[in-house]
């Protein structure tokens, strides 16, 4: 009879076929044939379409050939036609698959500007209105802002992870405050999104992804109009707390 530690070598083994035969060679195809579908569509046609939803059919794909069961709760909180900065922890790739999949309304993300060099992907995000941004701040910061701004009509929301980089722990860090900074001055609500699973999936320096089910909640709106800049911290705190209150109890510090 094989042990339990035989049995998982066993499984690890037709695993990594998986990954070789079938998860790449759809995949990888998958992943060059939405940016190309994503960047042509946006030159001749409408980025609200040709900016999400081939991203949203990609997403769920890459999910699916991942074998993640996938659960969403609170989509009736966003109402249509309204504009809304959607913040979510970041703990792996996944959380990128999980959001464009299943968030249900064209959105734009903000970006870190090296992900512009990408090969395919930048080019098909730059054309589909993506935002990017120097996280280190200064002028280009502010222009990525006001640019951010100008995109932000008829419904159209902001995605972005305001820890600014996946974490290394599963835990999730501090909130930066530039996605904050679009909210307060569009007047616009901020959608907290807590994501569970997808550091199990692929955590930040693993090189290929294990199945594990992945759950999006998405809460209810909040106002985010502070007067002053404690107010201010105060409010992208209990923002946080929402965020890290909605993540499976493992991950939730």
Known sequence: MLSDNNMQGILRIFWFIYLIFIY???GIPATILTALTTWLGCKLGNHRIWGYYPGMIWSRVMIAITWCPYQVEGLEHLQPGQSYILVANH???????AIY?????????IMKKELRNLPFIGKACEEAGFIYINQKGGKQAMNSI???????????????FPEGSRTRTGQTGPFKRGAFEIART???????????????????????????????VVHPPVAFNPQTPE??????AHIRDIVVGGIDSTYAK
């Open 91 to 97: 703990a792996s790739i996944y959380d990128i698959f």
């Open 146 to 160: 006001t640019e951010a701004e100008e995109k932000i009509k008829g419904g159209v929301s902001i995605a972005v």
């Open 231 to 236: 107010e201010e911290r105060n409010q992208i």
């Open 186 to 216: 569009m007047h616009l609500p901020v959608v907290p999104i807590s994501l569970s699973g997808c550091y199990e999936v692929m955590p930040r320096n693993a090189f290929y992804p294990l199945p594990h089910r992945i759950r999006m």
């Open 24 to 26: 790449l060679p759809i």
């Open 101 to 109: 999949g299943w968030i249900g309304r064209p959105f734009k993300w």
